[in-house]
């Protein structure tokens, strides 16, 4: 597996392996920090394409002025062995300054999605996410690239783009993978306590609680942001940040469910932001 640092080197590389029997690319863009989540969408890149790119870049331009910029976990040589392990061919570790070159003036910002659920609460954030995500598809010419369902209003946003800029990579969503316990995997599980740990559980309570309400036939967006409210009281030192139920191609909040709708959750268990949803069927 090779180790790439600039544009110019992954360029390169995705134009050899194309040429070479017309082969396909895959992206899975991350900040590093890999766990079991990540290794997922390495192994559904790998099953899907030719070659796997895996981007660790922790994108600066995401992050607000009082959030975990300087604190992220960084964990190169292990998060390296795990993409090796995976099956990627290729980790591209670029520096700030090569995406973000000194006097770099172009941003990419979806207008009305990148202001709803996490950009509501995060104001800049997914104008970060959409200009790092469009540098790293232009740089590796993917074929595909591969999220993760638990940041689905990151996904809604990203596809927007990938639509409006008429990129020509494919955006494919992978399952949320979960603690045995419910928890959905995060890099920032790591800031979580002993205590925290469970009382993170309460996001993950919320979504299955609202999973077989809406099996069990209710429809009402009211009655599933209450229910879901209701159960967050019980763990008093959890505060809520958003609780919707939406179009998830639009974000925009619905009155009823219906198949394919987004509901998703964000709430601070002690000064960790966490996020979970389910996509209704």
Not at 88 to 116: K, M
Request: hydrophobic fraction near 50%; aromatic fraction near 8%.
């Amino acid at each position: 597996m090779e180790i790439l640092r600039t544009v110019a080197e992954l360029r390169q590389w995705s134009r050899e392996v194309r040429n070479d029997g017309g082969n396909t690319i895959g992206l899975v863009p991350t900040m590093g920090a890999l766990h079991a989540g990540h290794a997922s969408l390495i192994r559904a890149a790998c099953a899907s394409v030719g070659y796997v790119a895996v981007s660790i870049f922790v994108n600066p331009t995401q992050f607000g002025p009082n959030e975990d910029y300087a604190r992220y976990p960084r964990t190169f040589e292990t998060d390296c062995a795990l993409a090796k392990a995976e099956g990627a061919d290729v980790v591209f570790a670029p520096t700030v300054e090569e995406l973000y070159p000194d006097g770099a003036a172009t941003f990419v910002e979806v207008e009305g999605l990148s202001r709803r659920l996490d950009g509501a609460s995060r104001p800049g954030h997914f104008r970060g996410v959409a200009t790092v995500v469009a540098k790293l598809l232009i740089a590796s010419e993917a074929d595909r690239a591969f999220f993760g369902q638990k940041d689905a209003a990151q996904v809604a946003v990203l596809r927007r783009m990938v639509a409006d800029l008429r990129l020509a990579t494919e955006i494919v969503v992978c399952p949320i993978v979960r603690e045995p316990d419910g928890l959905a995997l995060s890099s920032r599980n790591i800031y979580l306590s002993a205590a925290e740990r469970v009382q993170a559980l309460a996001l993950s309570w919320t979504i299955r609680q609202v999973e077989a309400l809406v099996a069990g036939g209710e429809r009402r967006a009211g009655a599933l942001v209450a229910a879901a409210r209701h159960t967050f009281e019980a763990e008093a030192d959890v505060r809520v940040d958003y609780i919707e139920l939406v179009n998830w191609a639009t974000l925009e909040p619905v009155e009823f469910a219906a198949p394919g709708n987004l509901f998703a959750v964000a709430a601070w268990v002690g000064a960790t932001r966490l996020i979970d949803n389910t996509i209704l069927s």
